[in-house]
T-cell receptor, first 112, second 110 residues
Framework: DGGITQSPKYLFRKEGQNVTLSCEQN?????MYWYRQDPGQGLRLIYY???????QKGDIAEGYSVSREKKESFPLTVTSAQKNPTAFYLC???????????FGPGTRLTVT | GQQVMQIPQYQHVQEGEDFTTYCNSS?????IQWYKQRPGGHPVFLIQ?????EVKKQKRLTFQFGEAKKNSSLHITATQTTDVGTYFC??????????FGKGTKLSVIP
């Protein structure tokens, strides 16, 4: 079964803790993206990666970090520096940057 | 990223009525993509428009890209309850599709 997986679906953390969200794809896509979605809002780009070992900041990168050590994997770390981390996080991939994006099911993060 | 305005933010229609959402940019776009997100779900790709003045149809859905490549629309004819969800445009500049519109949330009253 080809696609993108994100785990876990729901995640709860205490304020001040770093948390890493998983994103894995077996579509052999070069480009991967992380978005944040708040209730009633559109998707805002956090980071994107066009190729292994390379990534660029999106519009709201502050308080987040990523790595792209393998083509299949693009984990996102929400650090304690992120002021409002509670949100729905979506990972996506595309064959090349600019092509249609395939989204994972998302992780709903709640920080209290 | 560049800014793209999407309107309206919400639309409530009676089943069978038509629905249109618009995306407008102040700058010329290289292309535009449209996505649909069902309640509680994730965005799903619908279509990509690349050429000036392009019109594409998918059953009851009609997508248009403006002549100046600064605006786009998605029109649904005779809405059904299965059309419920939020429709997003994703504008492209150069090689990257990085700016989503805020979306139009469609409610269909049976």
């Amino acid at each position: 079964d080809g696609g993108i997986t994100q785990s876990p679906k729901y995640l709860f953390r205490k304020e001040g803790q770093n948390v890493t969200l998983s994103c894995e794809q077996n579509l052999n896509h070069d480009a991967m993206y992380w978005y944040r979605q708040d209730p009633g809002q559109g998707l805002r780009l956090i980071y994107y990666s066009q190729i292994v070992n390379d990534f660029q900041k999106g519009d709201i990168a502050e308080g987040y970090s990523v790595s792209r050590e393998k083509k299949e994997s693009f984990p996102l770390t929400v650090t304690s520096a992120q002021k409002n981390p509670t949100a729905f996080y979506l990972c996506a991939s595309s064959s090349l940057a600019g092509d249609e994006q395939y989204f994972g099911p998302g992780t709903r993060l709640t920080v209290t | 990223g560049q800014q793209v305005m999407q309107i309206p933010q919400y639309q409530h229609v009676q089943e069978g009525e038509d629905f249109t959402t618009y995306c407008n940019s102040s700058t010329t776009l290289s292309n535009i993509q449209w996505y649909k997100q069902r309640p509680g779900g994730h965005p799903v790709f619908l279509i990509q428009l690349v050429k000036s003045g392009e019109v594409k149809k998918q059953k009851r859905l009609t997508f248009q890209f403006g002549e100046a490549k600064k605006n786009s629309s998605l029109h649904i004819t005779a809405t059904q309850t299965t059309d419920v969800g939020t429709y997003f445009c994703l504008s492209g500049a150069g090689s990257y599709q990085l700016t989503f519109g805020k979306g139009t949330k469609l409610s269909v009253i049976p």
